[in-house]
């Protein structure tokens, strides 16, 4: 006997999401029945929808969305991604006349508020946001629009609780939880490219230093340069903010058909096969040279103070710079090694500055003999991987402030939605707020770009730690 055993489910759309949605919820024992835009596609969806199932489930169709939602008690619509193939889809559930039925969208960016207005009553209307694919992923966005009245809030989350998912609970904001908080990730790391650096190093960072399974550039190909365009877009669009506006280089390679994966070729080149694992970016070099006595200094900024007492340390040893501050482009002392250490449980992991432009020789004896592993970066602010966790601590604090999410959830989000090993607030906490600042301030100086306008709740709470 499910959890759902009783609740019935008309689903609509038969696409990946749609197929996906109506197996976790056979599986949870509910009465599901499925519907596409006409008999033949709701045939070709079903037996789809059959054949993947493992294990089988029982689903019936229905032969309209009328039929479908008649003695229904939850509705969940995972049709094109269209504001009007939707609205004409909610336009025929309410002619249904079922007055009790709960409307639930799995849209990845339009506002539930105006979905629920043009059901025509948004008390009922409730975001439901699966991940892909709905049977593997354990996290459920619940969005809750303006006027989405509270008792369907907490249905759905019951619903989603029977599923045995984990919902978040998200306000109608553009991109919600997951995709907003990633939006500097994808951001930087382009930026990252037309800076310089290869999409290897800077994948080869992210996952070596933050232990996500995917790096950020291959995370864009997987899901296609234009889909990303679009949301990029939309968040401009909405929120007004010139922080969130496209990398020019991603508009240039969705013109050239250059989307990502499922087009051959993206940041990576697909049509030769399996592209270069990022990890090949990975270097260790042969033969240490250091003898273990390096002298590590540890900077998050670059002041005359900090310059100083690296002068004076090297003046009669093997010193290097451990930092981000993107001062020391400018005021590393001769002979000096730039680096920046990540710990990531028991591994140490290194970006080590390699600079020929800028002259600095790569430190990368010193990165073995402090057992790292590293990977060469340019004398970018903020270098790769703090650059890219603050941005993204920013924006989760960002969400937060506005009301969008609580902190808990956005975590919760980004661990199970993402596999982050840690939620961006988690990071704060262990980072601290004051070095995050720090990171971000210095990216503002270095940049001049409102992309790194820190949100005042981590000016606030880096003054409040600096108090207390
Ligand atoms: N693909 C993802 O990774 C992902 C993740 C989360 C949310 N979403 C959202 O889920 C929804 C569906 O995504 P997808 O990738 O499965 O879409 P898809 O475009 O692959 O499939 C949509 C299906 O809906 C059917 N359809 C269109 N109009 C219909 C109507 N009036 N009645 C019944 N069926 C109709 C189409 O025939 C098609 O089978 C979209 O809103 C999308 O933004 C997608």
Do not use: C
């Given at each position: 006997m499910g959890e759902l055993s009783g609740l019935r489910v008309a689903v609509a759309?038969?696409?990946?999401?749609?197929?996906?949605?109506?197996?976790?919820?056979?599986?949870?024992?509910?009465?599901?029945?499925?519907?596409?835009?006409?008999?033949?596609?709701?045939?070709?969806?079903?037996?789809?929808?059959?054949a993947e199932a493992d294990p089988p489930v029982t689903v019936s169709t229905a032969a309209s969305v009328t039929e479908a939602v008649r003695d229904a008690d939850l509705f969940v619509e995972a049709v094109v991604e269209r504001f009007d193939a939707k609205l004409a889809l909610l336009a025929e559930v309410r002619a249904a006349g079922n007055e009790t039925l709960v409307v639930a969208s799995n849209t990845s960016s339009l506002s539930i508020g105006e979905l629920g207005v043009a059901f025509?009553?948004?008390?009922?209307?409730?975001?439901?946001?699966?991940?892909?694919?709905?049977?593997k992923m354990r996290l459920v966005e619940i969005i809750r629009g303006a006027r989405t009245d509270p008792e369907v809030v907490e249905r759905a989350r019951a619903w989603v609780a029977g599923l045995g998912k984990t919902a978040v609970l998200c306000a109608d904001s553009p991109n919600f939880i997951v995709n907003r908080v990633c939006r500097p990730l994808y951001y930087e790391s382009q930026l990252l490219v037309t800076q310089g650096m290869t999409p290897e190093v800077v994948d080869a960072a992210v996952k070596g230093a933050l232990g996500h399974r995917m790096g950020p550039l291959e995370l864009l190909d997987f899901t296609g340069l234009h889909t990303h365009l679009g949301s990029s877009e939309t968040a401009l669009r909405e929120f007004g903010d010139p922080r969130y506006r496209p990398i020019p280089l991603t508009r240039q390679l969705v013109r050239a058909g250059t989307t990502g994966r499922a087009a051959g070729r993206g940041y990576?080149?697909?049509?030769?096969?399996?592209?270069?694992?990022?990890?090949?970016?990975?270097?260790?070099?042969?033969?240490?040279?250091?003898?273990?006595q390096v002298h590590v200094y540890r900077a998050v900024d670059c002041t005359p103070a900090d310059v100083a007492a690296v002068r004076e340390l090297a003046a009669d040893r093997r010193v290097v710079v451990d930092s981000s501050a993107g001062g020391w482009v400018e005021h590393l002392p001769p002979g000096v090694g730039w680096l920046r250490l990540h710990r990531h449980g028991e591994q140490t992991f290194?970006?080590?500055?390699?600079?020929?432009?800028?002259?600095?020789?790569?430190?990368?004896?010193?990165?073995?003999?402090?057992?790292a592993t590293s990977v060469p970066v340019l004398a970018l602010p903020g270098l790769v991987v703090d650059r890219l966790a603050h941005t993204m601590v920013n924006e989760a604090l960002t969400l937060v402030e506005e009301g969008t999410a609580a902190a808990a959830d956005v975590d919760l989000a980004l661990r199970l939605g993402m596999n982050h090993p840690v939620g961006p607030l988690e990071y704060l906490r262990d980072t601290g707020p004051v070095e995050v600042l720090a990171g971000l301030r210095a990216l503002l100086t270095g940049f001049g770009d409102p992309r790194y306008r820190p949100a005042q709740l981590l000016v606030r709470q880096a003054a409040g730690s600096r108090r207390g």
């Open positions: 759309g038969l696409g990946p999401m749609g197929r996906g949605i109506a197996r976790v919820f056979a599986e949870a024992g509910a009465q599901v029945s499925v519907v596409d835009v006409d008999a033949a596609a709701t045939a070709r969806g079903y037996e789809t929808l059959l025509g009553d948004p008390a009922r209307v409730v975001g439901l946001h699966f991940f892909n694919p709905p049977t990576y080149d697909y049509a030769a096969g399996k592209p270069r694992q990022a990890q090949a970016a990975v270097t260790r070099s042969p033969e240490s040279a250091a003898d273990g290194a970006e080590v500055v390699a600079d020929e432009v800028a002259g600095i020789a790569p430190a990368f004896d010193a990165a073995d003999a402090l057992g």
